[in-house]
Every structure is written in C-alpha cells, then in structure tokens.
C-alpha cells in the first residue's frame, strides 16, 4: 500500500503467503498421489497505519478472508512476513501469540452465530478479558460498560439482556464492542455489514469509521462489494486469485478503475439512475480454484482483453502515473518488450477468451 503519511504502519505485510494442504483421501492415498495445494493467498504486500480503514475487496473466493485470518494470525502463513508495531509477529507462539491476539481482532460477517445465545449480552463483553485475564470483576464491568459507550448501547439498559432481545444491527455492534473490549490496535472486519440490512448499513460503517479515528484504530475492512469501501476507506485493495491487482486512493478507484477486473467489479454495481440505461459489462462466471493457479496473468480466463502476453507472463503490481498499483500488461510495457513476440493487450481492444460471450456488453434496463 502506497505510504501516505510519515507514521510507520501499525501492520504490514510482506509477500505474504497461505497456502492450504488438500487433505489426502483413501484413493489419493492408495495411489499415492500427492493433494494439490490450494494458494489461496499467494505474496500480498499491505500496510495499514493508525486511523486507516484500508478496503479489500473481489469475489467469492479471492482470498480476502484469509488475509484477515493471517493477519490476526488465526491462520499460520505459509511464508512472507508479518510486522505488528514494529515487531515481527509472522512465527510468534505461546504467550507472546496471545499478547498478539489481544492487540489484533477480527469482527465476522454474521452477527447472529458470532454471539453466544446463552450468555448475557454483558457476558460475552466480558468473556474475552476473563480468557486473558485482565482486572477485577469492578474493573471489566467498568470495561464492559466503556466498550457498549463506545458502539453507542447504553449500558443499563441492556447488559443483562441476551443477543436474541437485539436487532442485527445491535448484535453487531456487540460484536464491535467484545473486540473492542481488549483496547486492540488493529481489527479486521470481514464482511461486517454484509448481513445486515441495507437501511442499518450504513449507521455500522459510520460508527467503524468514528472508532477508528477515535481510538487511533488500524482496520481492514473486507467486503465483496466496492461500492461499500467508498464510504469509509481512503485506501482500496482489489485482491483476485491471491493476488492484489490494483491498489490506491479509493477516490482515484472508484473514479477511474485500470485494471479490467476492477472496472467489472464497478460496471457489476446496480446504478440508481433510472433516466439512464448505462452500458455495462458484467462479470460472470467465477474465480479459478486456487488449486488450479492459471499461468500468466490470473484474470486472464475472463479478460476481454487477453493475449498470449497475459496467458504467459504474470504482470507485476506497477505505479502508475496517477498514484495507483495496477498489475496489468495494459499499464505497463516491460514485459511485452522483453517478449516483442508475444502480442500486447490493448484497452479496449476485445479479444477471443474462453468466455469472450459471457462477458459481451448488455445495457442495464
Ligand atoms: N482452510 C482451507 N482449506 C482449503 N482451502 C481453503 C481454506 N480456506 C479457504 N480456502 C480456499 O481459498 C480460497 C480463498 O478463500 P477465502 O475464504 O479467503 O476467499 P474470500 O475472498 O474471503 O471469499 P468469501 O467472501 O466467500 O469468504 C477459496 O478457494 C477457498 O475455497
């Protein structure tokens, strides 16, 4: 992620990778094949600094949850590293892992099974500071009672009721505020709206986004859909197959998307103009299996624009001139000039793809 301020990130990886081992079944087993590995996050760079929503988004299946996993180490990666204020935290175990965790949360997409339905909604806020043993019963009822201040429930009213007496939109907002309880300095929050219904959206985006500045937190919010990062992140990451494909402002994104998966996932948004039928190109079919890594460029089975360029040499994520990364043989002429024989992709320029029709331009009724 592009630097924007002089502070150093409160978490940053490098060429971060989690590959998972298929597991080995009787007749792999017996025929003593090897389980293909599934690389499902495959050498990301990120930096998230105090006060920074960064977004992730991309499909189904792109591996943005397991960058949030890796990065509150709930998943051991494979290889990269991870540095947390400074310290590298990539192998940490034992005590100093769960030092980490403390500092690091993730907050899911589905507030109705992230919530205990038999404790009180007080206990659940609770149970993560009895777990690493932090105060006296005083002193985590007063935590408690800050942490429902700060997602804006009040306390008295609702500390011994259960999750199933809230709304969705509550019940995340205590999800939010069991995270919070642990003072972290970085949270993940994959998906966290994604449940909720579209009218309370955007109330848990805002408070994200005040606690954030509030209390100086670093967040990665993940989400399938682009139009919810423009909200509350600065900074977009667009990840596909594993890999981040185009990166920067989100203004700069949304505006002007480069690479051609981002300008799908634009032209894939429902448009609320009905005076107009906008052109659009949608995007179908799905993600490769991560099993199944396609060589060169890994759009490349659903780019209209692919060549034998991008079939065999993977783009690197490159700057260009307006502040963003875009990793795209379009935007960037390298490696189309050490292969003069391969021919370049042009934009605009529709080429024949495996699925050249179902990428065919429809107009948005
Ligand atoms: N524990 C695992 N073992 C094997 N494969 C996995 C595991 N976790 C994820 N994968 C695979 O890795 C890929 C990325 O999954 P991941 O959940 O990170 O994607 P995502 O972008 O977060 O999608 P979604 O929004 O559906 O959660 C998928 O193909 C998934 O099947």
Excluded: W
């Excluded at 006060?51 to 397991?66: D, F, N, Q, Y």
């Excluded at 990539?90 to 403390?102: S, W």
């Excluded at 642990?182 to 309370?200: G, N």
């Excluded at 052109?279 to 991560?290: H, K």
């Amino acid at each position: 992620m592009t630097d924007t301020t002089a502070t150093r990130p409160v978490i940053e990886a490098r060429n971060l990778k989690t590959h998972f081992q298929g597991r080995t079944g009787i007749f792999t087993a017996l025929a003593g094949v090897t389980p293909p590995v599934a690389r499902a996050l495959d050498g990301v760079d990120i930096a998230i600094r105090e006060k920074e929503i960064v977004g992730l988004v991309g499909e189904s299946g792109c591996g943005k949850s397991t960058l949030g996993m890796s990065l509150v180490r709930m998943y051991q990666p494979t290889s990269g590293s991870i540095t947390f204020r400074e310290d590298d935290i990539t192998h940490v175990e034992g005590r100093k892992l769960k030092d980490y965790r403390r500092q690091a949360q993730i907050i899911f997409q589905d507030p109705y099974s992230s919530l205990n339905p038999r404790l009180t909604i007080g206990q659940i806020i609770e149970e993560p500071l009895v777990i690493h043993g932090i105060g006296s019963a005083a002193e985590r009822r007063a935590k408690v009672e800050r942490a429902l201040d700060l997602v804006r429930i009040p306390a008295a009213e609702n500390i011994h009721r259960f999750p199933s007496d809230l709304s969705g939109g509550q019940r995340q907002r205590i999800a939010i505020a069991r995270a919070l309880v642990l003072e972290p300095r970085f949270i993940v929050a994959d998906e966290p709206v994604s449940m909720l219904d579209v009218s309370i959206q955007a109330s848990v985006l805002e408070l994200l986004d005040e606690l954030s500045r509030e209390l100086g937190l670093a967040v990665l919010y993940i989400s399938h859909d682009i139009a919810t990062v423009g909200y509350i992140c600065k900074h977009v990451a667009v990840m596909y197959l594993g890999r981040i494909v185009e990166e920067g402002r989100a203004e700069d994104i949304l505006a002007q998307p480069l690479h051609p998966y981002t300008q799908r996932l634009m032209a894939a948004i429902p448009r609320m103009d009905p005076g107009e039928a906008p052109e659009r190109v949608e995007l179908r079919g799905d993600v490769p299996s991560p099993m199944n890594v396609p060589p060169g460029c890994r759009f490349s089975s659903r780019c209209p624009y692919a060549t034998e360029l991008c079939r065999a040499v993977e783009p690197d994520l490159t700057d260009q001139p307006g502040g963003q990364r875009v990793r795209c043989h379009i935007h960037d002429d390298s490696a189309a000039k050490a292969r003069p024989e391969l021919e370049r992709p042009q934009a605009g320029r529709i080429t024949e793809t495996e699925d050249a029709g179902l990428l065919a331009q429809t107009t948005a009724g």
